[in-house]
């Protein structure tokens, strides 16, 4: 079945460039989005990539995409302690509108 | 611009009452959702409707119903509540145009039950 993964906690120094990563499972996935959810709010869309894509760049923000391994990463550039939230990736398979969600990943940010 | 509306935003129940929770949108969309999301387990998809009059089953369905109002509105509600349906709830929703347009979600509820 689809399943996508991640960690659940990353801690990183202000200033310092941030990664998140996550696998899947679906081959068929078209579209793999990072979701941003801060405390006691709902989920915010911050970037997705096509899966005919290899990178993807806004500000930021770089998602790489290694289909082969089906493998999604979220480099955040230069990180701020406003970029303290849950991160989530999710996919969508070709067949379905429905969107699979990983667990989420904590990114802690200290100064 | 309200976007995806949740409500209540907190509710306490007892064991086996019933509750129903709201979510109107105000985009136009056709497809509506309703998550749980709990420790460690990301979201999880309860039902979904891809257009009004019409609902599916999602990964963890068991415990809930729902009802497409209307396009805008998608109501789920829990007819006997149990302890294990603590957790908060997102509705989200989208265009028909699935694949390209990303889900709007709203602030979630956050239900508890004793």
């Known amino acids: 079945g689809e399943d996508v993964e991640q960690s659940l906690f990353l801690s990183v120094r202000e200033g310092d460039s941030s990664v998140i990563n996550c696998t899947y499972t679906d081959s068929s996935s078209t579209y793999l989005y990072w979701y941003k959810q801060e405390p006691g709010a709902g989920l915010q869309l911050l970037t997705y990539?096509?899966?005919?894509?290899d990178m993807k760049q806004d500000q930021r923000l770089t998602v790489l995409l290694n289909k082969k391994d089906k493998h999604l990463s979220l480099r955040i550039a230069d990180t701020q302690t406003g970029d303290s939230a849950i991160y989530f990736c999710?996919?969508?398979?070709?067949?379905?509108?429905?969107?699979?969600f990983g667990t989420g990943t904590r990114l802690q940010v200290f100064p | 611009n309200a976007g995806v509306t949740q409500t209540p935003k907190f509710q306490v129940l007892k064991t086996g009452q019933s509750m129903t929770l709201q979510c109107a949108q105000d985009?136009?969309?056709?497809?509506m959702y309703w998550y749980r999301q709990d420790p460690g387990m990301g979201l999880r998809l309860i039902y979904y409707s891809a257009s009004e009059g019409t609902t599916d089953k999602g990964e963890v369905p068991n415990g809930y119903n729902v009802s497409r109002l209307n396009k805008r509105e998608f109501s789920l509600r829990l007819e006997s509540a149990a302890p294990s349906q603590t957790s908060v709830y997102f509705c989200?929703?989208?265009?028909?145009?699935?694949?390209?347009?990303?889900?709007?979600f709203g602030d979630g509820t956050r239900l508890s039950i004793l």
């Open positions: 989200a929703s989208n265009s028909r145009d699935a694949r390209t347009q990303p889900q709007h």
């Open positions: 999710a996919e969508r398979s070709y067949n379905t509108d429905k969107l699979i």
């Open positions: 985009m136009n969309h056709n497809s």
């Open positions: 990539i096509f899966s005919n894509m």
